[in-house]
Protein backbone atom coordinates (compact mmCIF):
# COMPACT_ATOMS: atom_id res chain seq x y z
CA UNK A 1 0.00 0.00 0.00
CA UNK A 2 2.93 1.97 1.09
CA UNK A 3 4.93 1.50 -2.67
CA UNK A 4 1.42 2.37 -4.73
CA UNK A 5 1.09 5.37 -2.76
CA UNK A 6 4.71 7.17 -3.26
CA UNK A 7 4.33 5.78 -7.00
CA UNK A 8 0.74 7.78 -7.69
CA UNK A 9 2.63 11.11 -5.77
CA UNK A 10 5.43 10.37 -8.30
CA UNK A 11 2.99 9.92 -11.54
CA UNK A 12 0.87 13.17 -10.35
CA UNK A 13 4.18 15.71 -9.57
CA UNK A 14 5.65 14.33 -12.71
CA UNK A 15 2.08 15.01 -14.67
CA UNK A 16 2.27 18.76 -12.91
CA UNK A 17 5.60 19.56 -14.14
CA UNK A 18 4.31 18.42 -17.70
CA UNK A 19 1.40 20.37 -17.89
CA UNK A 20 3.03 23.84 -16.24
CA UNK A 21 5.26 23.59 -18.81
CA UNK A 22 2.81 23.30 -22.15
CA UNK A 23 1.66 26.61 -24.11
CA UNK A 24 -0.59 27.17 -26.37
CA UNK A 25 0.99 28.23 -30.16
CA UNK A 26 1.34 32.40 -30.12
CA UNK A 27 1.35 32.05 -33.64
CA UNK A 28 -1.29 30.73 -34.90
CA UNK A 29 -2.88 31.45 -38.50
CA UNK A 30 -5.13 28.76 -38.81
CA UNK A 31 -8.21 28.36 -36.19
CA UNK A 32 -10.70 25.82 -35.85
CA UNK A 33 -13.90 25.52 -34.59
CA UNK A 34 -16.18 22.15 -35.16
CA UNK A 35 -19.11 23.39 -33.43
CA UNK A 36 -22.68 23.04 -35.33
CA UNK A 37 -24.26 26.32 -35.37
CA UNK A 38 -27.91 25.27 -35.99
CA UNK A 39 -28.27 23.23 -32.81
CA UNK A 40 -28.25 26.56 -30.89
CA UNK A 41 -30.06 29.07 -32.01
CA UNK A 42 -29.09 32.32 -30.33
CA UNK A 43 -26.20 32.35 -28.35
CA UNK A 44 -23.44 29.87 -28.65
CA UNK A 45 -20.18 30.15 -26.85
CA UNK A 46 -16.61 28.57 -28.15
CA UNK A 47 -16.17 26.26 -24.71
CA UNK A 48 -13.65 23.82 -26.42
CA UNK A 49 -9.98 26.14 -25.40
CA UNK A 50 -8.20 23.48 -27.57
CA UNK A 51 -10.31 25.26 -30.68
CA UNK A 52 -9.58 28.64 -30.33
CA UNK A 53 -5.89 29.54 -29.47
CA UNK A 54 -5.28 32.74 -27.79
CA UNK A 55 -2.17 34.80 -28.87
CA UNK A 56 0.13 37.31 -26.67
CA UNK A 57 2.06 38.47 -29.64
CA UNK A 58 1.00 41.91 -31.17
CA UNK A 59 0.11 41.22 -34.75
CA UNK A 60 -1.44 38.46 -36.60
CA UNK A 61 -3.25 37.47 -39.51
CA UNK A 62 -6.18 34.92 -38.81
CA UNK A 63 -8.36 32.40 -41.09
CA UNK A 64 -10.54 30.40 -39.13
CA UNK A 65 -12.09 27.25 -39.65
CA UNK A 66 -15.78 28.14 -40.56
CA UNK A 67 -16.33 27.38 -44.55
CA UNK A 68 -19.08 29.43 -45.79
CA UNK A 69 -18.68 32.27 -43.71
CA UNK A 70 -16.93 35.88 -44.02
CA UNK A 71 -17.30 39.11 -41.26
CA UNK A 72 -18.15 42.76 -42.59
CA UNK A 73 -18.64 45.64 -40.57
CA UNK A 74 -17.16 45.57 -37.05
CA UNK A 75 -17.42 47.82 -33.94
CA UNK A 76 -15.91 48.22 -30.76
CA UNK A 77 -18.02 48.07 -27.52
CA UNK A 78 -16.52 47.59 -24.68
CA UNK A 79 -12.76 48.49 -24.00
CA UNK A 80 -11.37 45.24 -25.41
CA UNK A 81 -14.30 43.65 -26.99
CA UNK A 82 -15.22 44.09 -30.50
CA UNK A 83 -18.30 42.90 -32.47
CA UNK A 84 -18.16 41.98 -36.06
CA UNK A 85 -21.36 40.97 -38.50
CA UNK A 86 -20.86 37.72 -39.90
CA UNK A 87 -22.66 36.03 -42.72
CA UNK A 88 -23.12 32.18 -43.21
CA UNK A 89 -25.46 32.10 -46.40
CA UNK A 90 -28.37 33.46 -45.48
CA UNK A 91 -28.04 33.52 -41.72
CA UNK A 92 -26.78 36.22 -39.80
CA UNK A 93 -24.36 36.20 -36.58
CA UNK A 94 -22.81 38.84 -34.31
CA UNK A 95 -19.03 37.50 -33.63
CA UNK A 96 -17.64 39.01 -30.46
CA UNK A 97 -13.77 39.41 -30.71
CA UNK A 98 -11.26 40.43 -28.38
CA UNK A 99 -8.08 42.32 -29.38
CA UNK A 100 -6.00 38.87 -29.58
CA UNK A 101 -8.92 37.84 -32.61
CA UNK A 102 -10.41 34.86 -30.37
CA UNK A 103 -14.03 34.62 -31.00
CA UNK A 104 -15.79 35.01 -27.65
CA UNK A 105 -19.34 34.29 -28.45
CA UNK A 106 -21.96 34.31 -31.19
CA UNK A 107 -25.38 35.91 -31.26
CA UNK A 108 -27.70 34.50 -33.83
CA UNK A 109 -29.57 37.31 -35.36
CA UNK A 110 -31.22 35.94 -38.33
CA UNK A 111 -32.21 34.26 -41.43
CA UNK A 112 -34.48 33.62 -44.66
CA UNK A 113 -35.12 36.43 -46.50
CA UNK A 114 -33.18 38.90 -45.00
CA UNK A 115 -29.83 41.09 -45.73
CA UNK A 116 -28.24 43.21 -42.37
CA UNK A 117 -25.65 45.72 -43.96
CA UNK A 118 -25.09 47.95 -40.98
CA UNK A 119 -25.42 48.03 -37.08
CA UNK A 120 -24.65 50.22 -34.18
CA UNK A 121 -24.66 49.29 -30.05
CA UNK A 122 -26.38 51.83 -28.28
CA UNK A 123 -27.63 52.32 -24.80
CA UNK A 124 -26.50 48.36 -24.25
CA UNK A 125 -28.67 46.86 -27.29
CA UNK A 126 -27.87 46.48 -31.12
CA UNK A 127 -29.90 48.07 -33.82
CA UNK A 128 -29.53 46.30 -37.29
CA UNK A 129 -30.34 47.50 -40.86
CA UNK A 130 -30.49 45.83 -43.79
CA UNK A 131 -33.50 44.79 -45.79
CA UNK A 132 -36.34 42.15 -45.66
CA UNK A 133 -38.92 40.47 -47.86
CA UNK A 134 -37.80 43.53 -50.19
CA UNK A 135 -38.57 45.97 -47.77
CA UNK A 136 -36.05 48.56 -45.80
CA UNK A 137 -35.65 46.96 -41.94
CA UNK A 138 -34.56 48.00 -38.46
CA UNK A 139 -34.25 45.56 -35.75
CA UNK A 140 -33.26 46.42 -31.89
CA UNK A 141 -32.12 43.30 -30.20
CA UNK A 142 -30.79 43.59 -26.36
CA UNK A 143 -27.07 42.51 -25.63
CA UNK A 144 -28.19 39.18 -24.87
CA UNK A 145 -29.82 38.72 -28.40
CA UNK A 146 -33.38 39.16 -27.30
CA UNK A 147 -35.46 41.16 -30.04
CA UNK A 148 -36.70 44.46 -27.97
CA UNK A 149 -38.53 45.63 -31.43
CA UNK A 150 -38.49 45.33 -35.21
CA UNK A 151 -39.44 48.14 -38.15
CA UNK A 152 -40.50 47.43 -41.50
CA UNK A 153 -40.50 50.63 -43.74
CA UNK A 154 -43.65 50.26 -46.49
CA UNK A 155 -41.99 50.83 -49.71
CA UNK A 156 -39.30 48.51 -51.88
CA UNK A 157 -35.77 49.28 -50.81
CA UNK A 158 -33.34 48.59 -48.13
CA UNK A 159 -31.34 50.47 -45.66
CA UNK A 160 -27.04 50.85 -45.98
CA UNK A 161 -26.69 53.01 -42.72
CA UNK A 162 -27.15 53.44 -39.56
CA UNK A 163 -25.79 55.51 -36.62
CA UNK A 164 -26.53 56.85 -33.32
CA UNK A 165 -27.41 60.63 -31.68
CA UNK A 166 -28.05 60.64 -28.04
CA UNK A 167 -31.58 59.80 -28.46
CA UNK A 168 -32.65 57.81 -31.61
CA UNK A 169 -31.12 56.35 -34.97
CA UNK A 170 -30.56 57.38 -38.36
CA UNK A 171 -30.87 55.56 -41.18
CA UNK A 172 -30.34 55.97 -44.81
CA UNK A 173 -30.56 53.84 -47.58
CA UNK A 174 -32.98 53.83 -50.98
CA UNK A 175 -36.55 53.45 -51.50
CA UNK A 176 -38.71 52.67 -54.60
CA UNK A 177 -41.54 55.94 -55.17
CA UNK A 178 -43.15 57.51 -57.76
CA UNK A 179 -41.16 54.94 -60.38
CA UNK A 180 -37.66 55.52 -59.64
CA UNK A 181 -35.09 54.11 -57.04
CA UNK A 182 -34.72 57.51 -53.93
CA UNK A 183 -32.51 58.31 -51.19
CA UNK A 184 -33.94 57.34 -48.26
CA UNK A 185 -33.38 59.11 -45.05
CA UNK A 186 -34.80 59.07 -41.60
CA UNK A 187 -35.05 59.30 -38.11
CA UNK A 188 -35.94 56.41 -35.42
CA UNK A 189 -36.42 56.60 -32.00
CA UNK A 190 -35.32 54.12 -29.45
CA UNK A 191 -38.72 52.37 -28.81
CA UNK A 192 -38.95 51.99 -33.14
CA UNK A 193 -40.85 55.05 -34.02
CA UNK A 194 -40.56 56.94 -36.82
CA UNK A 195 -40.22 60.44 -36.21
CA UNK A 196 -39.46 62.06 -39.69
CA UNK A 197 -38.47 60.78 -43.31
CA UNK A 198 -37.10 62.43 -46.80
CA UNK A 199 -36.58 60.69 -49.84
CA UNK A 200 -34.28 62.38 -52.85
CA UNK A 201 -35.07 61.35 -56.17
CA UNK A 202 -34.98 62.35 -59.64
CA UNK A 203 -35.12 60.61 -63.22
CA UNK A 204 -33.99 57.60 -62.30
CA UNK A 205 -32.07 56.07 -59.26
CA UNK A 206 -30.59 57.63 -56.15
CA UNK A 207 -29.04 55.85 -52.86
CA UNK A 208 -27.92 56.88 -50.06
CA UNK A 209 -24.60 54.43 -49.17
CA UNK A 210 -23.47 55.80 -45.94
CA UNK A 211 -23.85 58.92 -43.42
CA UNK A 212 -22.37 61.11 -40.46
CA UNK A 213 -23.96 63.27 -38.06
CA UNK A 214 -22.85 65.90 -36.02
CA UNK A 215 -24.74 68.72 -33.70
CA UNK A 216 -26.31 70.43 -36.84
CA UNK A 217 -26.66 68.15 -39.60
CA UNK A 218 -26.87 65.18 -41.33
CA UNK A 219 -24.12 64.64 -44.39
CA UNK A 220 -25.52 61.38 -46.06
CA UNK A 221 -22.70 59.87 -49.46
CA UNK A 222 -24.49 57.76 -52.20
CA UNK A 223 -24.90 57.51 -55.85
CA UNK A 224 -27.27 58.85 -58.56
CA UNK A 225 -27.15 58.30 -62.44
CA UNK A 226 -29.88 60.90 -63.24
CA UNK A 227 -27.60 62.11 -65.89
CA UNK A 228 -27.61 62.43 -69.41
CA UNK A 229 -24.68 59.70 -69.27
CA UNK A 230 -26.73 57.44 -66.91
CA UNK A 231 -23.09 56.42 -64.84
CA UNK A 232 -22.72 56.69 -61.28
CA UNK A 233 -22.14 60.28 -59.95
CA UNK A 234 -21.44 60.63 -56.27
CA UNK A 235 -23.78 61.87 -55.08
CA UNK A 236 -23.53 64.59 -51.37
CA UNK A 237 -26.68 65.05 -49.68
CA UNK A 238 -27.05 67.22 -46.31
CA UNK A 239 -30.12 67.27 -43.92
CA UNK A 240 -30.90 69.48 -40.95
CA UNK A 241 -31.07 67.64 -37.53
CA UNK A 242 -35.13 67.75 -38.58
CA UNK A 243 -34.98 66.17 -42.04
CA UNK A 244 -35.04 69.01 -43.98
CA UNK A 245 -32.81 68.88 -47.24
CA UNK A 246 -30.62 72.02 -47.16
CA UNK A 247 -27.66 70.82 -50.30
CA UNK A 248 -27.69 68.19 -52.77
CA UNK A 249 -25.31 67.72 -55.62
CA UNK A 250 -23.07 65.16 -57.45
CA UNK A 251 -19.35 65.08 -58.60
CA UNK A 252 -17.82 62.83 -61.30
CA UNK A 253 -16.53 62.15 -64.38
CA UNK A 254 -18.22 61.10 -67.78
CA UNK A 255 -15.74 58.10 -68.51
CA UNK A 256 -16.09 56.60 -65.02
CA UNK A 257 -18.52 55.16 -62.38
CA UNK A 258 -18.44 56.75 -58.46
CA UNK A 259 -18.85 54.32 -55.80
CA UNK A 260 -19.00 55.71 -52.57
CA UNK A 261 -18.15 53.43 -49.43
CA UNK A 262 -17.73 55.16 -46.79
CA UNK A 263 -17.65 58.57 -45.57
CA UNK A 264 -16.37 60.79 -42.55
CA UNK A 265 -15.72 63.91 -41.02
CA UNK A 266 -12.47 65.61 -38.50
CA UNK A 267 -13.06 67.35 -35.21
CA UNK A 268 -13.29 70.64 -37.61
CA UNK A 269 -15.91 69.47 -39.71
CA UNK A 270 -14.22 68.45 -42.99
CA UNK A 271 -15.75 65.60 -44.86
CA UNK A 272 -13.58 62.55 -46.20
CA UNK A 273 -14.85 59.96 -48.75
CA UNK A 274 -13.52 56.77 -49.97
CA UNK A 275 -14.64 54.41 -52.31
CA UNK A 276 -13.71 53.63 -55.89
CA UNK A 277 -14.32 54.40 -59.61
CA UNK A 278 -14.78 51.97 -62.44
CA UNK A 279 -14.48 52.40 -66.08
CA UNK A 280 -17.55 52.14 -67.91
CA UNK A 281 -17.32 48.85 -68.82
CA UNK A 282 -16.32 47.66 -65.09
CA UNK A 283 -13.55 46.35 -66.14
CA UNK A 284 -10.85 48.02 -64.53
CA UNK A 285 -11.60 49.75 -61.01
CA UNK A 286 -9.13 52.04 -58.55
CA UNK A 287 -9.76 53.54 -54.84
CA UNK A 288 -10.54 57.12 -53.84
CA UNK A 289 -10.40 59.16 -51.59
CA UNK A 290 -11.97 62.86 -51.28
CA UNK A 291 -11.96 65.74 -48.67
CA UNK A 292 -14.59 68.38 -49.94
CA UNK A 293 -15.27 71.45 -47.99
CA UNK A 294 -17.10 71.41 -45.14
CA UNK A 295 -19.31 74.30 -45.34
CA UNK A 296 -21.74 72.88 -48.01
CA UNK A 297 -24.91 74.82 -47.06
CA UNK A 298 -22.90 77.85 -48.20
CA UNK A 299 -21.90 76.73 -51.48
CA UNK A 300 -24.51 76.14 -54.79
CA UNK A 301 -22.12 72.91 -55.84
CA UNK A 302 -19.88 70.88 -54.29
CA UNK A 303 -16.07 72.55 -53.67
CA UNK A 304 -13.74 69.30 -54.06
CA UNK A 305 -10.64 70.15 -52.08
CA UNK A 306 -8.94 66.85 -53.64
CA UNK A 307 -9.99 63.67 -55.21
CA UNK A 308 -7.29 61.26 -55.37
CA UNK A 309 -7.00 58.21 -57.30
CA UNK A 310 -5.35 56.08 -55.61
CA UNK A 311 -1.87 53.41 -57.16
CA UNK A 312 -2.38 50.60 -55.15
CA UNK A 313 -1.44 47.74 -57.25
CA UNK A 314 -3.23 47.38 -61.07
CA UNK A 315 -6.81 47.39 -59.21
CA UNK A 316 -8.00 48.43 -55.94
CA UNK A 317 -10.92 50.27 -53.84
CA UNK A 318 -11.51 51.56 -50.43
CA UNK A 319 -14.06 49.69 -48.09
CA UNK A 320 -13.80 52.29 -45.12
CA UNK A 321 -12.32 55.39 -44.17
CA UNK A 322 -11.71 56.63 -40.58
CA UNK A 323 -9.99 59.54 -38.59
CA UNK A 324 -8.09 59.03 -35.92
CA UNK A 325 -5.56 61.33 -34.21
CA UNK A 326 -5.98 64.25 -37.01
CA UNK A 327 -5.08 61.02 -39.78
CA UNK A 328 -7.04 59.71 -42.23
CA UNK A 329 -6.84 55.93 -42.58
CA UNK A 330 -7.75 53.83 -45.34
CA UNK A 331 -8.62 50.36 -45.72
CA UNK A 332 -9.95 48.29 -48.47
CA UNK A 333 -8.57 45.67 -51.26
CA UNK A 334 -5.40 45.56 -53.89
CA UNK A 335 -4.55 43.40 -57.05
CA UNK A 336 -2.22 42.85 -59.49
CA UNK A 337 -2.57 39.58 -60.44
CA UNK A 338 -5.99 38.78 -61.01
CA UNK A 339 -7.94 36.61 -58.76
CA UNK A 340 -4.60 37.05 -55.86
CA UNK A 341 -6.29 39.68 -53.50
CA UNK A 342 -4.69 41.28 -51.06
CA UNK A 343 -5.16 44.18 -48.06
CA UNK A 344 -3.85 47.74 -47.87
CA UNK A 345 -3.91 49.96 -45.29
CA UNK A 346 -2.94 53.92 -46.23
CA UNK A 347 -2.81 56.83 -43.09
CA UNK A 348 -2.54 60.24 -44.66
CA UNK A 349 -2.91 63.67 -43.37
CA UNK A 350 -5.98 66.14 -43.30
CA UNK A 351 -4.14 67.80 -46.99
CA UNK A 352 -3.77 64.04 -48.60
CA UNK A 353 -0.49 63.60 -47.83
CA UNK A 354 0.99 60.13 -47.52
CA UNK A 355 2.25 59.06 -44.21
CA UNK A 356 1.95 55.31 -43.96
CA UNK A 357 1.29 52.05 -46.42
CA UNK A 358 1.27 48.54 -46.02
CA UNK A 359 0.27 45.67 -48.43
CA UNK A 360 -0.92 42.67 -46.74
CA UNK A 361 -1.55 39.08 -47.44
CA UNK A 362 -0.48 35.57 -48.86
CA UNK A 363 -1.26 33.61 -51.62
CA UNK A 364 -5.25 33.28 -51.15
CA UNK A 365 -7.66 35.89 -51.94
CA UNK A 366 -8.13 38.33 -48.91
CA UNK A 367 -10.55 41.03 -49.08
CA UNK A 368 -10.76 43.31 -45.88
CA UNK A 369 -14.37 44.87 -45.03
CA UNK A 370 -14.17 47.07 -42.17
CA UNK A 371 -11.99 47.72 -38.78
CA UNK A 372 -11.13 49.16 -35.75
CA UNK A 373 -7.86 51.66 -34.35
CA UNK A 374 -7.27 50.63 -31.11
CA UNK A 375 -5.82 52.02 -27.90
CA UNK A 376 -2.56 52.03 -28.84
CA UNK A 377 -2.41 52.28 -32.64
CA UNK A 378 -3.02 48.75 -33.78
CA UNK A 379 -5.51 48.22 -36.55
CA UNK A 380 -8.06 45.35 -36.15
CA UNK A 381 -9.76 44.24 -39.48
CA UNK A 382 -12.20 42.02 -40.26
CA UNK A 383 -12.89 40.53 -43.95
CA UNK A 384 -12.84 36.95 -45.39
CA UNK A 385 -9.92 34.71 -47.13
CA UNK A 386 -10.88 33.00 -50.18
CA UNK A 387 -8.79 29.50 -50.76
CA UNK A 388 -7.36 28.08 -54.18
CA UNK A 389 -10.98 25.99 -53.77
CA UNK A 390 -12.97 29.04 -53.85
CA UNK A 391 -14.07 28.15 -50.21
CA UNK A 392 -14.62 31.08 -47.88
CA UNK A 393 -13.64 31.57 -44.71
CA UNK A 394 -13.63 34.40 -42.31
CA UNK A 395 -10.34 36.84 -41.57
CA UNK A 396 -9.43 38.69 -38.63
CA UNK A 397 -6.04 41.05 -38.84
CA UNK A 398 -4.51 42.65 -36.60
CA UNK A 399 -1.12 44.50 -36.72
CA UNK A 400 1.13 46.30 -34.14
CA UNK A 401 1.40 49.65 -33.39
CA UNK A 402 4.04 50.68 -36.61
CA UNK A 403 1.09 48.69 -38.53
CA UNK A 404 3.39 45.67 -39.46
CA UNK A 405 2.27 41.49 -39.72
CA UNK A 406 5.65 40.21 -40.14
CA UNK A 407 5.17 37.62 -43.06
CA UNK A 408 2.45 38.71 -44.64
CA UNK A 409 3.49 41.89 -45.66
CA UNK A 410 3.87 42.58 -49.60
CA UNK A 411 5.94 44.98 -51.93
Partial sequence: MFFAIITLSIFFFVSGIYLSNSKTNDTVDFLSSTYDSQ?????????????????????????????????????????????????????????FIDEEGNIRKEMFIESGQVSINDFVFFNNTFTLVGQ?????????????????????????????????????????????????????????????????????????????????IDNNRIIASGTSNSNPEKQNDLLILEYSREGILIFSDEYGYTTFHENPNSITQDNEGNIYIGGYITTLNEQEWKGFIMKISKDLEQKDTIEVEYFETLSIKSLSRVEEVKVYNNQIYLLGACIDNWPDYDLFLRIINPNGVLIEQKIYGTNDQEIIYSFEILPAGEILGTGQVKDSNNQIYPLIIKTDSSYSIPQKEKP
Fill in 132 to 212: KNGKPYILNISDMGEMNWSLVINFQGALNSIKNTSGSYIVGGWVIANGNSQAYISEINLTGKKIWENMYGRDREEKIVDLV
Fill in 39 to 95: KEPLIQYLSNTQEVNSTNSQSFFKKIDENGTYLTKTIQTNNNEYVSLAIKGNQYYLY
